[in-house]
Nanobody, 124 residues
């Protein structure tokens, strides 16, 4: 299994980006997937999740601005990020959590090792 995040970059506040996670070897229709981020000096935090049935969850910080989706045929999970602000600046990662409950996802753990993330920098 390989998890490869891409699509990050430098964007002005109020702008948009779409991140992609190529999950090679992962059956997206059978596994939950999630996006996580880690800002400098902070712990990794949950951003968004999608379970095997397609149900989605979001952190309060991004609800209404970010949308997670998947294309099972392409083994790819997406994160559409709109109305970005400086607090969204972080390295973004994807993984397969055992739960997409925002309050429990980090505690329950992840199925795979973390891959290389993609850096998102929002300038104000």
């Amino acid at each position: 299994v390989q998890l490869q995040a891409s699509g990050g970059g430098l964007v002005q506040a109020g702008g948009s980006l779409r991140l992609s996670c190529l999950a090679s070897g992962v059956r997206l229709r059978a596994n939950a997937m999630g996006w996580y981020r880690q800002a400098p000096g902070k712990q990794r935090e949950f951003v968004a999740g999608i379970n095997a049935s397609g149900y989605t969850t979001y952190s309060d910080a991004v609800k209404g601005r970010f949308t997670i989706s998947r294309d099972s045929a392409k083994s790819t999970v997406y994160l559409q990020m709109n109305t970005l602000n400086a607090e969204d600046t972080a390295v973004y990662y994807c993984n397969s959590p055992y739960t997409i409950d925002p309050k429990a996802t980090n505690a329950y753990g992840f199925r795979f090792s973390w891959g290389q993330g993609t850096l998102v920098t929002v300038s104000s």
